[in-house]
Every structure is written in C-alpha cells, then in structure tokens.
C-alpha cells in the first residue's frame, strides 16, 4: 500500500502499467491454483483446463495464457528495446503454465523507469504487420493494453465457467485503500 | 491514424486512456450491433441476450453492459470532479443498451485534457468503500483500468460463446499503424 504524500503517477508512466500487468499476473496464478485445488476436489484431470474454449473458433485456456503473459512480455520487450526471454510454447500442465506466469513476473520486476525512457515515440512492429509500425505510445494503449486484458479475462472467464470458485477481488487484487 | 511526429502521449495520460475506453465502448456498440443481426438472422429474440452468464453467480450480460458504460463514466467523473450523467439501469433490449453506450461515449468526448488536472492525487471514494479512498493514480491503475476491460471482455466473450460472429479486430478496432 502507497502513502497516500506519494503518489506513485509520473510521466511516462509504462512502468506502472506493466507493474499494473504484473499484478494481474500475480492474481492470475492465484487462479490456476485454485483451478488446481478444483479439479483436485472434484476427481478430474487438471490437464482437462488448457482445452476449455468459450467458442470452438476461439484460442483455448492454454493459449489464452500463453497470450496473456506474452503480451505482458513482448510489450515491455518493445517498448524498452530490453531483450525477453523465451517461451516454447509447450506447456501441457497448469504447473508449466503457472511457471510461465513466474518466469513473465520476474522479467517484469527486471525494469526501472529508465527503460523506458523514449518509449512513447519508439516504433514498434511485429512480423504479421508486413513492414508497418505503430508509434509506443499507440501501441501501449490501442495494442498490449486491450489485449493483455482481454486474454486474461478470457483465463478467468473460463474458469468461472468451468465451476473454479472466483470472484472479482481476485481478479483485482489488494487495492491502494487509504483511510481517511 | 495519428502522424508520426505527433505522438499524443502527455503527461498525465488520462485523456488518451479515456480515449481508448470511448474507442473499446464504440467497438462494444458494434458488437450489440453484431448480436441483433445474428438474433434476426436466427430468428430469435434479441431480448435473450440481455440474460446470458457464464456463470450463475455472475451478472447477466445486460449488467455486464452497463458496469462497462460505468466504469468508463464514473472513472472520468471522479478523476476530474464533473457531474456524470444518471443512468436508470433499466434497459430491457439490445436498442437501449445501445443507447447507453452512445450516452457514455458522448459523456467522455466531453473532456480535455485540462479536466485531468490533479488527477493523480485526487481523492476517490465510493459509499461502498465505507470512508476508505485511493488516490486517483492508484484508482485508475488498478480498478478502473482492470473493471472496464474486466466488464466488456465478458460482454464480447458472452456474445462469442452464444455465436456472434466477432474477432479480435473488433475487439480492439482500428489500429494507428504507419507505412515505413
């Protein structure tokens, strides 16, 4: 919890947005342990999680992880030029997944302020954009930001739809409550 | 598309950040659009949506609607301190939430940036909170920010899992992408 003398906002704030992201990280592997201790309680195979789909033409549960802490990963890659690590794509277990999740936290907690310095007008691309780019800034708020929620929604979602006893303080998190 | 040598990132970023909850509502407002096509073309009442869960112990999708519409206006009104308008939160067909959407998009087009002043260490409370507030970066980071994703991915996600015809291109709309 912040003092509520300091404030934690400054210019450019993508520290404390990828710290945002970190933190749903964080909540998000709270959720497969309790999708763990769920398939545990009711005698299934916890491996059944990473092929939920919310639609038959959407990514599933395993997918829709990797997604989310990659998109946390290759954000902060982007915008601070810091190289990511690497992730095969071959998890078959919410343990592996969960590793994914604490292998993403960590290189996220590896940031200062520094790094991303000059962030906002950095030019950012990926292959499937065929040679064109996006400024940082718009590529913070128009592309990592939807999308890293919209992925780990889609974690959640499933799991609470899948019976995984949920609720909204654990996908938010403690919150920076001050009394008065 | 914004010119490259204009990046409209600012210190405090809030204005840009409610630009991107105004473009995901006018996204949303398509995929309600979406969603009564696809009840015309099967031929059945559109009115069903409005009671869809993923859960039964999550709010129906009309719910999901409205705090979605909520959180964008209520976030604007308590970082900047202007009256936000009243909602009777009783819509009863895909129309007036519709409706909704284009109240609370017209409501945030009506700031600038200088409405954003001091909103970092603006105090904000809700009755819920019981006399407990957070500092308006802290409030914005991690409840607003997380909520309003939280609430339109589950109305996208419940639109998908019942057969509209949506991609994350719709999700996240046009992109400021740039030749080289």
């Not at 404030?7 to 909540?27: A, H, I, N, V, W």
């Not at 292998?103 to 302020?113: C, G, I, W």
């Not at 708020?141 to 929604?153: I, M, Q, S, V």
């Amino acid at each position: 919890m912040s003092s509520p003398e300091t404030s934690t906002f400054r210019d450019p704030m993508y520290l404390e947005l990828f710290g945002q992201f970190k933190k749903t990280l964080t909540q998000l592997d709270k959720w497969l342990e309790a999708a763990a201790a769920h398939a545990a309680a009711k005698g299934f195979d916890p491996a059944v999680y990473l092929t939920l789909r919310l639609a038959p033409d959407q990514f599933p549960f395993v997918r829709q992880v990797q997604i989310a802490c990659d998109t946390a990963k290759l954000g902060a890659s982007r915008l601070s030029g810091k190289d990511a690590p690497k992730h095969a794509d071959d998890e078959q277990s919410l343990e592996a997944l969960r590793a994914r999740v604490t292998s993403t936290v960590a290189y996220l907690e590896s940031f200062s302020a520094a790094d991303f310095e000059g962030a906002a007008t950095r030019r950012v691309t990926q292959p499937r954009w065929e040679g064109k780019y996006m400024l940082g800034a718009d590529y913070f708020r128009e592309h990592a930001l939807p999308n890293f929620y919209f992925h780990t929604t889609h974690v959640y979602a499933l799991l609470r739809h899948n019976g995984v006893n949920l609720g909204k303080k654990d996908f938010l998190g403690t919150l920076s409550m001050h009394q008065p």
